[in-house]
């Protein structure tokens, strides 16, 4: 009796190259993420050297948010159409030019405006979810898009080596006329940006996919009519732009409301970054397992519990008594430690989380990954460049710094109770037949969603039922 002979000729080199895609784009990513969110970490010294309050401080990261959020629908469509391997090589290529600008920056002002410019790293995510949905087989793209998403790892990057950088060169004249100190990473940065694009075009298939080649583009942007991606943009919202408002914000929180030195800041906010960043493939592979919507479910309550205790603000109730005396009550104050230990556990959430959106997009807009993800991707990013300020501004208007927290709290119930509610109406419609059946798949010959071709049996489940 004969063996198979293993694969080989197309198969094994589309495995090959799907394989090459999606490690070799996580690592541009991360550094990509790195680069977008690195004034989380740059902004107390910066603070310092300028002498800005908090809320100017506040618009340098919301402004490097804003342009990368912006642009992600017509990134991922640019994607689809011409490919990731090139959109990706000339996003790191072009980012390296204003980050290097950043090293030079001598006003507030000129912050602003290179801050902003360096912001169009963050743009590089939905080019690799396109990027990532055109090579990766159906059964495994939870996990890749998931893989690829803890390129927010990224994040910690700059936490991690900044404060010792800024440490050991504050002060000098490192080499060619190079200011140390904080000037120093966007500097680091942008010779790490030129050297990624080179690897990126080396490694990469040069036959790349490219899905919307053909495609009208009202075509491709036909399905964001459709109430469905809004809503996952909505949750995207809560797990992905409240992450990036936090990695932006919690150093100086930290710094603030703890009393910690940058450093200790630094690696305190890695503890919330590394869960949210890593644990996405684990999102990505519970949701091919089990659903999506099983994932948001448990993304959800778990925020919820975790913001609702951290939102509530130090101090004691204060009784006046007839004789007019007081008596202090139910003193109350969140320590480091415990305060900790829930912004972990609030970042695993979303890193689950983060990963169970993305899984719907391909499932239900399999042709359309590029301009949905996109879309997703951009008001998720919005989400961060919005929620910094907000932080900022509630935090002055209530004088509780832990109003940051309330912000997510409303948030996150927003998200719940809509995702619950569209539930529970499918469920009535539908019922008694599909009343255990959320997240199993039923066979149906009703029309396929979009990308699927007509009288294809597909797999469906709850959400896909309704526009």
């Known amino acids: 009796m004969s063996t198979p002979a ?15 895609v999606m490690w070799t784009s996580t690592v541009a990513f991360t550094l990509m993420f790195a680069v977008w969110l690195m004034f989380g970490i740059l902004g107390k010294p910066i603070q310092q050297e300028f002498g800005l309050t908090d809320t100017q401080l506040s618009w340098v990261s919301a402004l490097a948010v804003l342009n990368g959020a912006m642009w992600r629908l017509p990134a991922g469509m640019l994607a689809d159409r011409i490919g990731g391997r090139k959109v990706m090589t000339a996003m790191l290529a072009i980012t ?51 893989l690829f998403g803890a390129g927010n790892v990224g994040a910690s990057v700059t936490k991690f080596i900044g404060p010792p950088i800024i440490a050991a060169t504050a002060g000098t004249t490192v080499v060619l006329g190079l200011q140390g100190g904080w000037r120093l990473i966007p ?27 053909s495609r009208p583009l009202g075509e491709m942007l ?3 009519s459709q109430v469905r991606v809004w809503r996952f943009s909505l949750y995207y919202v809560a797990v992905f732009g409240a992450y990036v408002a936090l990695s932006a914000w919690m150093p100086l929180y930290y710094m ?32 091919d397992r089990w659903g999506a919507r099983r994932a948001m479910y448990g993304t959800f309550f778990v925020m919820l519990a975790t913001s609702g205790v951290l939102m509530m603000p130090n101090g004691h109730v204060v009784i006046n008594h ?38 719907h997009i391909p ?42 927290f309330f912000v997510i709290f409303l948030l996150t ?5 809509w995702m619950h509610l569209t539930v529970v109406r499918m469920l009535h419609e539908r019922s008694p037949e599909v009343s255990a059946d959320i997240e199993v798949p039923t066979h149906t010959t009703e029309p396929a969603p979009a990308g699927i071709p007509a009288g294809s049996t597909h797999s469906t489940t709850l959400e896909e039922t309704r526009a």
């Not at 293993?6 to 090459?20: D, E, M, N």
């Open 6 to 20: 293993p694969a080989t000729g197309p198969v094994s080199a589309s495995r090959s190259g799907a394989t090459r």
């Open 96 to 146: 390296a030019v204003p980050a290097f600008l950043v090293s030079l920056a001598e006003s507030y002002a000129m912050l602003l405006v290179l801050a902003f410019l360096v912001g169009f790293a963050g743009n590089a995510f939905s080019v690799g979810i396109a990027w990532n949905a055109a090579w990766a087989p159906r059964e495994r793209q939870g996990f890749a898009l998931g």
């Open 187 to 213: 500097v680091v940065y942008a010779v790490l940006l030129l050297v990624m694009a080179a690897a990126l075009w080396v490694l990469t298939p040069s036959q790349d996919r490219m899905p919307g080649a």
């Open 222 to 224: 036909a399905p964001l």
């Open 256 to 287: 603030n409301n703890f009393g910690v030195s940058l450093a200790a800041a630094g690696l305190l906010t890695a503890v919330f970054i590394f869960p949210a960043s890593l644990l996405r493939p684990v999102g990505g592979w519970f949701s």
């Open 322 to 359: 007839a004789d007019g005396t007081q008596s202090e009550h139910l003193g109350y104050a969140m320590h480091i430690v415990p305060f900790t230990i829930l912004l972990f556990l609030l970042g695993c959430a979303m890193g689950v989380g983060k990963a169970a959106v993305y899984k």
């Open 363 to 404: 499932e239900y807009f399999p042709g359309n990954v590029g301009p949905v993800g996109g879309l997703v991707g951009m008001l998720g990013g919005l989400g961060g460049f919005f929620l910094p300020p907000l932080f900022a501004y509630t935090t002055a208007w209530s004088g509780f710094p832990t109003s940051t």
């Open 413 to 417: 119930a927003l998200c719940l109770v």
